[in-house]
């Protein structure tokens, strides 16, 4: 039963538009949520973050918008690039939980 | 920098053969993770390990075990490999306290024929 969901298997955008990326969880004693990059044939890599106290988080053309009350939060990239062409996934933890769970992921294609 | 390294990029095996796979950190981190990454399914967690020879199931362990006889290197090991097993295995990192962000390894592609 996955507790992480990223309806969006897929998402196209122009290059210099924003891209948005949705994410909906179902435990509510999650409460750090997390953005991961992954290439193909590489690791993922750590994007940006955001605690359960804060409704927004800010990292360059990165923000993350968390919507407790609707367990649903979004990535914004803007302006989108050709190197942001890649797979996303959402991630979520509880407190002192070792463990972080995925969703399924998005991969974003950035048309030139 | 957190590097997580892995054994091997690609692999290639038989089915029944016993296989090994190798993750090393050089962080010093308490915490070490297995995954599977599978298409529409996103990273599943095998096992995971919170501290030397201390290991704890994930989501799906059904034929895998692991092994972490020292803090820096975690082993997964298929006891008898299966097709349902070929899949992009990634291995991760974490400090036991503070940051929850998981560092991870380059994976490594797992084909069972």
């Known amino acids: 039963d996955q507790q992480v969901k990223q309806n969006s298997p897929s998402l196209s955008v122009q290059e210099g538009r924003i891209s948005i990326l949705n994410c909906d969880y179902t435990?509510?004693?999650?409460?750090?949520f997390l953005w991961y990059k992954k290439y193909p044939a590489e690791g993922p890599t750590f994007l940006i973050s955001?605690?359960?106290?804060?409704d927004k988080n800010e990292d360059g053309r990165f923000t993350v918008f968390l919507n407790k009350s609707a367990k649903h939060l979004s990535l914004h990239i803007v302006p989108s690039q050709p190197g942001d062409s890649a797979v996303y996934f959402c991630?979520?933890?509880?407190?002192?939980?070792?463990?972080?769970?995925f969703g399924a992921g998005t991969t974003v294609t950035v048309r030139a | 920098d957190v590097k997580v390294t892995q054994s091997s990029r690609y692999l290639v095996k038989r089915t029944g053969e016993k296989v090994f796979l190798e993750c090393v950190q050089d962080m010093d981190h308490e915490n070490m993770f297995w995954y599977r990454q599978d298409p529409g399914l996103g990273l599943r967690l095998i096992y995971f390990?919170?501290?030397?020879?201390?290991?704890e199931k994930g989501d799906i362990p059904e034929g895998y075990s692991v092994s972490r006889e020292k803090k820096e290197r975690f082993s997964l090991i298929l006891e008898s490999a299966s097709t349902n097993q070929t899949s992009m295995y990634l291995c991760a990192s974490r400090t036991g306290t503070g940051p929850y962000e998981q560092y991870f390894g380059p994976g490594t592609r797992l084909t069972v024929t």
């Open positions: 955001i605690s359960s106290i804060k």
């Open positions: 390990s919170y501290d030397v020879k201390m290991k």
């Open positions: 991630a979520a933890s509880a407190w002192n939980d070792y463990k972080l769970s």
């Open positions: 435990n509510s004693m999650f409460d750090y």
